[in-house]
Each structure stands twice: as structure tokens, then as C-alpha cells.
T-cell receptor, first 118, second 111 residues
Framework: NAGVTQTPKFQVLKTGQSMTLQCAQD?????MYWYRQDPGMGLRLIYY???????DKGEVPNGYNVSRLNKREFSLRLESAAPSQTSVYFC?????????????????FGEGSWLTVV | QKEVEQDPGPLSVPEGAIVSLNCTYS??????FMWYRQYSRKGPELLMY????GNKEDGRFTAQVDKSSKYISLFIRDSQPSDSATYLC???????????FGGGTRVLVKP
């Protein structure tokens, strides 16, 4: 099992360019997320998808679009990159365990994508 | 004011010391409390999970939640150099589908 896989790991973009971050999970999870992480800001939710076919805005959605392609894949698109979008991006997935327990809402993260917009 | 406040550190301790980390929060709707560990250039991984006030122990790790004070803590006993990482608290409400993270505390355990 690879868990959550995201690509690319590193990318440099020029202001105004577009790109898509790809994410796939092999844990059969319903929910998937995109976070960004900036120094001192912790992880902030950009968009999430509670289940296949649905997407919702998170805390910082401006400048981004997402697509839940199928149950496994959730992509994040920057249509016109800006320097303020320089960040580390994490894809994550989770499955609520209906039986409860200590890891009921465990969210599993990918390794991160380092994006620099110049 | 941020919903979740966490001292960024760095917190430097000698090997074998107790590491004490904490977060304060303002939203009383938070019901589930987690601690994630993040090594440099890696994604966060779940370390501890609690959903009620009190203590929960797992090996060298103890998580404490005080809902009345809106204060959560993580203690690491007998700290090891391998514990050097950034520790993030994460909180969520009843739905459990959106985590709110603290900014993370960087911990350095010196041999």
C-alpha cells in the first residue's frame, strides 16, 4: 500500500502560469483534502471532498480549483499562479470508522508538494 | 485571533528529558483532539487522539485535554533524538471531517 501519493514533489512556476497537483489514495477512503502549510500558519484547508462527486471550500480556497476525478483521485489546480501561493501543499484522505475507537477520524497525509511561484 | 494557538518554539531539551507541548483554543465546538508529528520534509502523521477531557497514555506519550480551560497538552517522557520533529495539535468538531491545526512546535532533542 502506497497510502496517499501526490505529484509533483517540487515545482517552480512563473507568475500567471497554471498547473495541477495530482493526488491519489489506495486506502478506499471516502474523504480527501488539500491543505497548504506556511511557516507559523500550520496547515490550512483549501478544499475537501467528503465523498466522490462532492467538493467544498475550506479556509483558503481563493485562487484554487479542485476535481474529485473518482474515489481514488483528487486534484488541485492553480489557474493563474501568484507568489502568495508559494507553499507546501499536502493531500490527505480519511475514512470515518463507524465503530468508533481511537482513530475514528484519522487523516492520512501525503509527502507534500513544494511549490514556488516566482 | 487564531482559533488554535501553539507556541512555535523551537523547544530544545536534552535526551531523556520530558517534553511538554500545549495548545489553546477558543471554539467550544471542538470535540476531538489530535496530535500529529511531522518530520522535516514529510507529511504529518497521527500520534495521539482523544475525544474527552482527561489523560490518555500511549507508551512514552501522554495527551491531556481540559475542555473547561480549552487547553490541550502532549507530554513526551524519556525523550529521544528521534523525537526531534514538529508537533502539531489538530482539533475538529462533531462531524470530524475538517481539522483545524495549530501552527506547530518544533522540538529538538539533543543527545
Amino acid at each position: 500500500n502506497a497510502g496517499v501519493t501526490q505529484t509533483p514533489k517540487f515545482q517552480v512556476l512563473k507568475t500567471g502560469q497554471s498547473m495541477t497537483l495530482q493526488c491519489a489514495q489506495d486506502m478506499n477512503h471516502n474523504s480527501m483534502y488539500w491543505y497548504r502549510q506556511d511557516p507559523g500558519m500550520g496547515l490550512r484547508l483549501i478544499y475537501y471532498s467528503a465523498s466522490e462527486g462532492t467538493t467544498d471550500k475550506g479556509e483558503v480556497p481563493n485562487g484554487y480549483n479542485v476535481s474529485r476525478l473518482n474515489k481514488r483521485e483528487f486534484s488541485l489546480r492553480l489557474e493563474s499562479a501568484a507568489p502568495s501561493q508559494t507553499s507546501v501543499y499536502f493531500c490527505a484522505s480519511s475514512e470515518q470508522n463507524p465503530s468508533g475507537g481511537g482513530t475514528r477520524y484519522t487523516i492520512y497525509f501525503g509527502e507534500g508538494s513544494w511549490l514556488t511561484v516566482v | 485571533q487564531k482559533e488554535v494557538e501553539q507556541d512555535p518554539g523551537p523547544l530544545s531539551v536534552p535526551e531523556g528529558a520530558i517534553v511538554s507541548l500545549n495548545c489553546t483554543y477558543s471554539n467550544s465546538a471542538f470535540q476531538y483532539f489530535m496530535w500529529y508529528r511531522q518530520y522535516s520534509r514529510k507529511g504529518p502523521e497521527l500520534l495521539m487522539y482523544t475525544y474527552s477531557s482527561g489523560n490518555k497514555e500511549d507508551g512514552r506519550f501522554t495527551a491531556q485535554v481540559d475542555k473547561s480551560s480549552k487547553y490541550i497538552s502532549l507530554f513526551i517522557r524519556d525523550s529521544q533524538p528521534s523525537d526531534s520533529a514538529t508537533y502539531l495539535c489538530a482539533l475538529t468538531g462533531a462531524a470530524g471531517n475538517k481539522l483545524t491545526f495549530g501552527g506547530g512546535t518544533r522540538v529538538l532533542v539533543k543527545p
